[in-house]
């Protein structure tokens, strides 16, 4: 279901051989021109801390690299065969494209394709941070040459994973965007259509059925404006979130209840939405999705919280695993 969550300074590791998807070959019926897969930008396995987390490839608010599991970016991903599919087939409910022309909305479509299977390369959710990879640098890039031509403005890539990788508040587009102080993603992909998703919820039902963030900000600061979110890492430790996540209540509602109304992320347009009130799976799913999509873009476009501060991925699971009971 969904991504979404974003950094502050984007390295692009000019000295490091760019790592490019290895394009496994499963059952698919349409090949992948490898000279338009966006390139990783980074290796795995850099500077090891001893407890499984190496550099990613930005740097977070502190100024230091984002930790990544070691084994990010991997060495090969199936992006041939969700492109064949036009869905994550780890994750079907997440859509992705993959054109071929050089337009800036087809380079940002390739890039989320690539961000969306990085994140779910072993399932829902389960995969690498987009911190492990320049992703976000090369994103910026693109847009950057479109504004200097003076083309149409430039669709920002979205990612339809929400990512558990923290976001830092001051940062990117919303590749589910989403990076992380460490660690790595878990993402609520993006619901089908709901039965009744034409029907405009009223604010008391907005505010009643909304999914509840489960945690509160300023828990266990460090000194340097990160604190304890939601989510252990791989390390069996809190991933790290800005001291100001998740939102208080009153602002998180207020901030759902205007993208439900506009439809999509009034800050971050291209990044629809739905709030069906009915209680199906696919339904519960997509407020999850509305709710992720919010936070992360907050304060503007991949400008927002992370999903690892909150306990929206427990809640999916938990969803899930109710409807195949």
């Not at 974003?6 to 490091?16: E, H, I, K, P």
């Not at 987009?130 to 950057?144: D, G, L």
């Not at 604190?227 to 100001?244: E, M, R, S």
């Amino acid at each position: 279901m969904l991504f979404v969550k974003v950094f502050s300074t984007v390295v692009l590791a000019g000295s490091v051989a760019a790592v490019p998807f290895r394009v496994l070959r499963p059952q698919s019926k349409r090949d992948v021109d490898p000279t338009l897969v966006p390139s990783f930008g980074w290796p795995s396995g850099v500077n090891p801390d001893g407890t499984g987390n190496c550099d990613g490839a930005v740097n977070g608010t502190n100024g230091k690299p984002i930790e990544v599991p070691c084994q990010c970016p991997p060495n090969s991903t199936l992006l041939i065969g969700n492109v064949a599919a036009g869905f994550v087939t780890t994750n079907p409910t997440v859509k992705l494209s993959f054109p071929t022309d050089n337009s800036t909305a087809s380079q940002n479509a390739r890039l989320n394709a690539a961000a969306v299977t990085l994140q779910n390369l072993e399932g829902p959710g389960i995969g690498c941070p987009i911190s492990s990879t320049t992703f976000s640098a090369q994103q910026k890039a693109i847009n950057a040459e479109t504004s200097t031509s003076g083309s149409s403005s430039p669709t920002p890539v979205t990612s339809t994973a929400v990512s558990t990788t923290p976001v830092s508040p001051s940062a990117i587009p919303t590749m589910s965007t989403i990076t992380s102080t460490t660690s790595m993603d878990c993402s609520i992909p993006t619901s089908t259509a709901s039965t009744n998703s034409s029907v405009t919820p009223t604010d008391e039902q907005i505010a009643t059925l909304a999914p509840p963030l489960g945690w509160q900000s300023g828990i266990n600061p460090d000194g340097t404006g990160n604190c304890d979110g939601a989510v252990n890492g791989t390390n069996g430790k809190p991933i790290l979130i800005p001291c100001q996540c998740p939102p208080d209540q009153t602002h998180y509602i207020a901030n759902l209840t205007a993208n439900i109304r506009a439809g999509h992320v009034i800050l971050n347009p291209t990044v629809l939405l739905t709030f069906p009130t009915d209680n199906s799976t696919a339904s519960q799913n997509a407020r999850l999705n509305a709710a992720a999509v919010t936070i992360q873009n907050l304060n503007g476009a991949g400008k927002g919280c992370p999903i690892v501060a909150t306990t929206f991925n427990a809640q999916q699971k938990a969803i899930n695993a109710e409807s195949t009971s």
